[in-house]
């Protein structure tokens, strides 16, 4: 059974640093063709992709979020880790962690989902 | 970027009805596009991948089309389950680089 699950802080200040650790199992960080991402959800808006590592240390950054956001993975603990710099409370949000995997498309074409979720982490940013 | 359009914002659709969902792509995605399914206080769940593949476990009245431009999630006949908020989601180069779109709220008339 795949799970993910995210811990980190509840709250925090402006201007401080997130640091976020997903906690996978049921599969390795080392799976071809599969990852794992961080989205997160602002209260009653819609989803925001921001980051993912792939088995092969490949990572992918959301463009507008670059400059403030490190990915990385530790697969001997079967965790994945992420840091968002100078947080403001527009990041107040929902944090989840999900597994990307690959998939063929009827067009016998390589497309990648997140068919697994961690039931995500409130992170309130204020002062 | 590629940004996606979701429409309408909100569908009210009585139990055992079809509701059509559309997403729409700022530019062709070829078939790399998902539908995800989020009920109040839960995660997303994967529905639809490439397009048109159902995930495992998705009933058959979940169903999607399309490639290029332009994408359809059909609902033959809505469940009280369904009820929820739907989302597509696409991405392109490798590694990827992935965008949600806004969301389609699908509530019960």
């Known amino acids: 059974q795949v799970t993910l699950k995210e811990s980190g802080p509840v709250l925090v200040k402006p201007t401080e640093t997130l640091t976020l650790t997903c906690t996978v199992s049921g599969f390795s960080l080392t799976n071809a063709r599969m990852g794992v991402s961080w989205i997160r959800q602002p209260p009653g808006k819609p989803l925001e992709w921001l980051a993912h590592i792939f088995s092969g240390d490949e990572k992918s950054y959301s463009p507008s979020l670059r400059s403030s956001l490190t990915i990385s993975k530790d697969t001997s603990k079967s965790q994945v880790v992420l840091t968002m710099t100078n947080m403001d409370p527009v990041d107040t949000a929902t944090y989840y962690c999900?597994?990307?995997?690959?998939?063929?498309?009827?067009?016998?074409?390589?497309?990648?989902?997140?068919?697994?979720w961690g039931q995500g982490a409130l992170v309130t940013v204020s002062s | 970027e590629i940004v996606l359009t979701q429409s309408p914002a909100t569908l009210s659709v009585s139990p055992g009805e079809r509701a059509t969902l559309s997403c729409r792509a700022s530019?062709?995605?070829?078939?790399?596009l998902a539908w995800y399914q989020q009920k109040p206080g839960q995660a997303p769940r994967l529905l639809i991948y490439?397009?048109?593949t159902r995930a495992t476990g998705i009933p058959a009245r979940f169903s999607g089309s399309g490639s290029g431009t332009e994408f359809t999630l059909t609902i033959s006949s809505l469940q009280s389950e369904d009820f929820a908020v739907y989302y597509c989601?696409?991405?392109?180069?490798?590694?990827?680089?992935?965008?949600f779109g806004g969301g389609t709220k699908v509530e019960i008339k």
């Open positions: 989601q696409q991405h392109n180069n490798w590694p990827p680089v992935l965008t």
């Open positions: 530019q062709s995605i070829s078939s790399n």
């Open positions: 999900a597994r990307i995997t690959a998939g063929i498309t009827i067009f016998s074409v390589v497309t990648y989902f997140f068919d697994s």
């Open positions: 490439g397009a048109s």
